[in-house]
């Protein structure tokens, strides 16, 4: 078993390799989303959206996936490491992973919500029906939404990954390199 918790002055005690892998595939398939997201409407009405807009659902499928396997692997057998910081720092870097993976979540179940009601082909092999066609206000509320909550995921995982650069070069603690 692989939960074991480590001080983090020592340089050597870092995650373990599947946590690390996940962690790198989670914001792999952020950025990948989000930049496809701000491509899709470049592409004509016809076969190059569609298949646009279908790498889009399958890479957010994919990380679906991957959240999960990284919460269920988290929950279990994933090595724990004392916080890098204690007191009002500790708990804000807490919150903010509790707050991505929230985030993350309601993202993927906007994304899934946002196939079914607006309808969707994938590849222009398997259509999903949509859920109401006449419902142009749902279909936008639900669009928008989307949308908010990806560009406040990049903020906030922009402000995480921040705070680990400064660990890295201001307090060279080795906070980072517990994650490489």
């Keep these: 078993m ?37 491509i899709i409407d470049v592409f004509p009405n016809g076969p190059l959206r569609v298949d646009a807009r279908s790498v889009h659902i399958t890479l957010g499928v994919a990380l679906i996936v991957v959240l999960i396997t990284r919460i ?68 936008s509320t639900i669009g928008e939404l989307h949308g908010t909550i990806a560009t406040v995921i990049l903020i906030v995982a922009g402000l995480h990954a921040a705070a680990a650069l400064f660990h890295h070069y201001v307090l060279r603690d080795g906070v980072l390199r517990r994650m490489l």
């Design 2 to 38: 692989q939960d074991v918790v480590a001080p983090v002055g020592r340089a050597s005690v870092a995650y373990d390799r599947r946590t690390i892998l996940l962690h790198w595939l989670t914001a792999g398939l952020v950025v990948a989303l989000w930049g496809i997201a701000q």
């Design 72 to 139: 269920a692997w988290r929950a279990g057998r994933g090595r724990r490491l004392e916080p890098a910081e204690s007191g009002i720092l500790g708990l804000a870097a807490i919150l903010v992973h509790y707050l991505l993976y929230g985030l993350l979540i309601a993202e993927l179940c906007l994304g899934l919500a946002n196939v079914w009601v607006r309808g969707d082909s994938l590849f222009n092999l398997v259509t999903v029906p949509a859920f109401d066609p006449t419902d142009k206000a749902l279909r």
